[in-house]
């Protein structure tokens, strides 16, 4: 079993999944010859050739209604936007057309497609490179929004979502691309989609992210441990349709929780998870949520990125301003 960055494990998906449904396609600007701006499709086109790695224009709007026109005609297009920010122009088809098709046909038709984007600040990129919109997909009914935050959930969630039958927005956190490395067979096998999943149990603390802050996470988790307490960690992984059930049910045991996103505050999905804790958990609370996001702010250049991101410092400070609460 080779060890693989997450990089690494999107194009092990896509390669498998080229390979054994000859209905997937995979189409963009650069993916073919160049092997994409981050090199996640390197090599495929070589393999599998131009009429199944398709370089495309620079065109996000066409890119978008390629992927949905291939959808209605049986095939399975895995589209991918250079950069998140520059996914905007896709909304009209993504939105309008990809996740409504199902209802408008009363079932008749579906539109299995995903659209694949680097997600995420952290890499001193320049504006429109570095955004997290998580929540305006998840926002829209029909779609499913799924972010991975390593090597084998990257490898397992992206072949389940190639595999449904609606289309899902694939965010990829650009920041740990290449971070680490952990052992992925490449069997074959997907992981669950619209499940959390529990990284490290605690009885003290429930700490929820998702992407990229996973390992922040992990390190506050860590952290806190040093001083006696104990931390869950949950990777929400898909962040629509959202699995509050294992979240409730962490917070039934700890009492406290703190959501952690890089996403600005205001309307992101921490929001949502702090509403349903209220409607759903009050009475398991002994705190009030904590939540630690970007700002309501782009986001800036590489001097103040960091700045702008959650650290492991800033998490901390809120487990124990919850954990304060008796």
Not at 236 to 259: N, Q, Y
Request: glycine content about 8%; some cysteine.
């Amino acid at each position: 079993m080779a060890e693989i960055t997450l990089i690494e494990a999107v194009t092990q998906a896509l390669a498998y999944e080229l390979k054994h449904d000859p209905s997937v396609v995979v189409l963009g600007e650069d993916v073919g010859v160049n092997g994409g701006v981050f090199r996640a499709t390197a090599g495929l086109h070589a393999r599998f050739g131009s009429e199944r790695v398709i370089d495309t224009p620079l065109d996000e709007t066409s890119i978008a209604g390629l992927a949905v026109g291939m959808a209605f005609q049986g095939m399975k297009a895995v589209a991918e936007a250079q950069f998140d920010g520059f996914i905007f122009p896709m909304m009209d088809h993504i939105v309008c057309h990809a996740a409504r098709m199902r209802t408008r046909t009363r079932g008749r038709l579906h539109c299995p497609m995903v659209l694949r984007a680097p997600w995420g600040g952290g890499i001193r990129a320049p504006e429109h490179h570095s955004e997290a919109p998580e929540a305006l997909f998840a926002h829209i009914p029909g779609l499913r929004v799924v972010i991975p935050s390593s090597p084998a959930r990257a490898y397992g969630l992206l072949l389940a979502a190639i595999r449904d039958p609606d289309p899902v927005i694939f965010f990829e956190p650009k920041r740990i691309y290449r971070q680490y490395k952990e052992e992925v067979a490449d069997d074959g096998e997907p992981l669950p989609l619209d499940v959390c999943f529990v990284l490290r149990d605690g009885s003290d603390l429930t700490l929820v992210t998702w992407g990229a802050h996973v390992k922040e996470a992990l390190e506050a988790a860590d952290a806190l441990a040093g001083e006696g307490i104990s931390t869950e960690v949950i990777d929400v992984a898909t962040v629509k349709p959202l699995d509050f059930d294992t979240i409730h049910e962490s917070v039934k045991k700890t009492g406290r929780c703190v959501i952690v996103h890089e996403a600005a505050r205001t309307c992101g999905i921490g929001a949502e998870i702090a509403a349903q804790l209220a409607e759903k958990a009050m009475f398991d609370l002994v705190a009030p949520v904590e939540r630690v996001t970007g700002y309501d702010t782009p986001m800036p250049l590489f001097r103040l990125e960091m700045k702008y991101l959650p650290s492991v410092d800033r998490i901390v400070a809120a487990a124990k301003r919850t954990l304060a609460y008796r």
